[in-house]
């Protein structure tokens, strides 16, 4: 239960992502001080899934350096690779039914583009310039194709709040990184 929103800056050539701060377990609500969204490097993430996963990414977890290689296909290669290594040493990599790995999901920007990470460790990309993920993903992702906001950071503020205002998993504080 959670939202997390990012989106391109193109004026700026960076992404902007945006998380809530509610940590849900049932009927249960904590607000968090831990962030779901954070910098590493020069990557911004935002994540939903685990806070076990979040504190990987941020604390365990260094992105490998990227070399002649497109940015989309680092992302499905080097790094992908290098984000289930880090779940492996942290205890967190998962199993399905069928045995293949399972992770979380998260959004990451860099270079200016936006990418999620599904939580079979498949990479996407949209062509909208925008993504989001959790529970309050739908209601997020109407709110900025419906606003009139011109600012990349006051759109996903309002893509939060009204994902908060639909969905009882998503609350404030909300917090926004660029990379």
């Not at 020069?42 to 996963?53: E, Q």
């Not at 460790?121 to 194709?145: H, K, M, N, P, R």
């Not at 006051?154 to 998503?170: C, M, R």
Request: proline share 2%; glycine share 10%; aromatic share 12%.
């Amino acid at each position: 239960m959670t939202c997390i929103v990012g989106m391109i800056n193109k004026d700026k050539d960076s992404v902007v992502i945006g998380a809530d701060s509610a940590g849900v377990a049932g009927l249960e609500l904590t607000l968090r001080k831990d962030e779901k969204v954070f910098k590493n490097n020069d990557f911004v993430i935002g994540c939903t899934s685990s806070f076990r996963m979040i504190q990987l990414l941020k604390y365990s977890f260094s992105p490998p350096r990227v070399y002649d290689k497109d940015v989309f296909e680092y992302m499905c290669t080097d790094f992908i690779n290098s984000v289930r290594e880090c779940f492996k040493e942290g205890g967190y990599l998962q199993k399905w039914e069928d045995g293949d790995d399972k992770g979380g999901t998260f959004l990451v920007g860099h270079k200016g583009r936006l990418f999620k990470v599904e939580n079979d460790f498949q990479v996407s990309e949209t062509i909208q310039g925008y993504d989001a993920c959790g529970s309050g993903e739908s209601y997020a992702l109407g709110s900025i194709y419906n606003s009139k906001k011109k600012d990349v950071k006051n759109k996903i503020l309002e893509a939060l709040e009204t994902a908060s205002y639909f969905n009882a998993g998503v609350s404030a504080p909300f917090i926004t990184y660029c990379t």
